[in-house]
């Protein structure tokens, strides 16, 4: 009988021992799904904010690209009207001088 209540108490522990385990280890179980669950939140939130600059950025390369096109097209403006007005100068400027030369060889010849 002693050998009996001996075996019904050390199978009581073991019992006993694996229920607590099981208990443990379920706990901790959770422990590390809910960390996983907040470390995919994080990652989540990480790349939401990462493509909302990536985007920004994009946004931004496209105004500038904008911006220096625009500047780039004023410039050759500003240059060709300069060209421009440089080239009608000569132009009148040789008109004038072709004139002097008319005068000058009418004087000479006549």
Same mark, same amino acid.
């Given at each position: 009988?002693?050998?009996?209540?001996?075996?019904?108490?050390?199978?009581?522990?073991?019992?006993?021992?694996?229920?607590?385990?099981?208990?443990?280890?379920?706990?901790?179980?959770?422990?590390?799904?809910?960390?996983?669950?907040?470390?995919?939140?994080?990652?989540?939130?990480?790349?939401?904010?990462?493509?909302?600059?990536?985007?920004?950025?994009?946004?931004?390369? +496209?105004?500038?690209?904008?911006?220096?096109?625009?500047?780039?097209?004023?410039?050759?403006?500003?240059?060709?009207?300069?060209? +421009?007005?440089?080239?009608?100068?000569?132009?009148?400027?040789?008109?004038?001088?072709?004139?002097?030369?008319?005068?000058?060889?009418?004087?000479?010849?006549?």
């Amino acid at each position: 009988m002693e050998i009996t209540s001996f075996i019904l108490g050390v199978c009581t522990v073991i019992i006993l021992v694996m229920v607590v385990g099981t208990f443990v280890n379920y706990m901790s179980t959770k422990s590390l799904r809910e960390e996983i669950n907040q470390l995919n939140r994080v990652i989540e939130n990480q790349y939401d904010e990462s493509e909302k600059i990536r985007t920004e950025l994009s946004n931004h390369v +496209d105004k500038l690209h904008s911006q220096t096109e625009s500047n780039i097209n004023e410039v050759y403006r500003h240059i060709d009207s300069r060209v +421009d007005k440089t080239i009608n100068n000569m132009g009148e400027h040789v008109s004038e001088i072709y004139r002097q030369l008319d005068k000058t060889n009418s004087v000479i010849n006549g």
